[in-house]
């Protein structure tokens, strides 16, 4: 394997794009352009300096034996990763399927698209039928429905899988932008789509649209529910879930993962993951405490905070503080809180596993760890005693 060198990097870290690698245990960054993450501990080095040949012809560094996993930063998507959409929302005839209504049998009803691309480059979404899939022809010794098919192709696929609720004002193009965005990280990704852009849909009516959207939120729990409900119906049959390994909540998103929590009879559906990401939530950070300490209890809590959030800002204007925007009241006890506002590059990001990503390789590994299932690494990061959180550098 060899990585071509760069040092078109911020202060401290050293790029190398990774071509190949012949490590069978490191398959999933074959041909995948990845960055290698400097500086590195004492241990780290001591394991590569006896491998590491040069190559003046190519301007590259040679590694010819396995990498520390944690030191490679996926930069691109891998080939094959899918993109399926599990919605609440109106069937529509558009290209992309979906609406901004709830679906015309009940706001619970869920239907299962697949995202593709024509040779143009345009995307379109593939309903999937609800009869059965019958498998092995007229042998039929196995019947799923399309919801148990994406779940067994993702949990034995070769990437990990994510599973991302959106926020505020997503029609489904945007949607599928922030998927694509994800997907880029090497994993495959399964969207629930709610309708959270209601309408109306100009700037000077955007609170009246927004009050609509947390009814919306609201209105879906069931829905969100009932996709938990057949996830964990799958495990149970199948002992695990393989891939499937993070859910990532992004924005008003986690106002409605917490009207799924706040219930009495809420039944630890979530606890299938391996990781559970806030992300930048628009939900109240006065007592968020208790229903983030309930997702702790089996999985991993990971709650991202940007104080200079331009889009929570607008929030803030409505509602009490917001968890993704507030770097106080960081106390839940099963969650890890990591606050992005002096992180190079995160300015006033709402999306950080994006832009800021780009221009930060602490931020990069941070995602791409957070998205395989994995804990985040703390280099490059500095714990607050103070606060309770870790500040991305």
Same mark, same amino acid.
């Given at each position: 394997m060899w990585f071509q060198a760069s040092n078109s990097r911020p202060t401290g870290m050293y790029g190398f794009r990774?071509? +190949? $690698? &012949? &490590?069978t245990n490191q398959n999933k960054y074959l &041909?995948?352009?990845?960055?290698?993450?400097?500086?590195?501990?004492a241990s780290e080095f001591l394991q590569l300096a006896p491998l590491v040949t040069t190559n003046s012809s190519l301007s590259s560094v040679?590694?010819?034996?396995? /990498?520390?996993?944690?030191?490679?930063?996926?930069?691109?998507?891998?080939?094959n990763t899918m993109i399926y959409f599990v919605s609440n929302r109106?069937?529509?005839?558009?290209?992309? $399927?979906?609406? =901004? &209504?709830f679906n015309a049998e009940g706001a619970e009803v869920l239907r299962v698209a697949k995202a593709q691309q024509d040779n143009a480059g345009n995307f379109s979404l593939a309903l999937m039928d609800e009869a059965a899939i019958v498998h092995n022809g007229a042998i039929a010794d196995e019947v799923q429905t399309p919801l148990e098919h994406v779940f067994d192709k993702f949990a034995n696929a070769d990437s990990p899988c994510v599973l991302f609720i959106h926020g505020f004002n997503q029609s489904i193009e945007k949607n599928l932008k922030k998927c694509r965005e994800i997907e880029a990280y090497g994993v495959n990704v399964i969207a629930f789509s709610w309708p959270s852009n209601p309408g109306p849909n100009f700037i000077l009516r955007k609170v009246t649209e927004y009050k609509r959207a947390r009814k919306n939120a609201r209105r879906s729990a069931i829905a969100l529910e009932r996709l938990f409900d057949k996830l964990y119906g799958f495990v149970d049959a199948n002992g695990g879930c393989g891939q499937i390994k993070t859910l990532a909540i992004h924005s008003l998103g986690n106002y409605?993962?917490? +009207? /799924? /929590?706040?219930?009495? =009879?809420?039944?630890h559906q979530a606890a299938v993951f391996k990781n559970i990401l806030l992300h930048q939530a628009d939900a109240d950070n006065p007592e968020h405490a208790a229903w983030l300490d309930t997702l702790g209890q089996s999985s991993r809590v990971i709650v991202t905070v940007n104080e200079t959030d331009d889009v929570l800002d607008f929030s803030d204007c409505i509602n009490p503080d917001r968890i993704g925007n507030t770097a106080a009241n960081m106390n839940a006890k099963y969650a890890t809180y990591y606050n992005f506002t002096e992180a190079a590059g995160a300015n006033d990001s709402h999306r950080l596993w994006h832009k800021p990503a780009l221009e930060n390789p602490t931020i990069k590994l941070f995602f791409s760890r957070v998205f395989d299932g994995k804990n985040p690494v703390k280099a490059g990061m500095q714990f607050n005693g103070n606060l309770n959180c870790y500040q991305v550098l």
């Open positions: 990774c071509y +190949s $690698l &012949n &490590n &041909n995948q352009p990845c960055l290698l993450k400097l500086p590195i501990t040679i590694f010819p034996t396995q /990498v520390s996993e944690h030191l490679l930063i996926p930069m691109g998507k891998k080939e109106n069937i529509t005839d558009d290209p992309l $399927l979906f609406g =901004d &209504n409605l993962m917490q +009207s /799924v /929590v706040q219930v009495p =009879d809420y039944d």
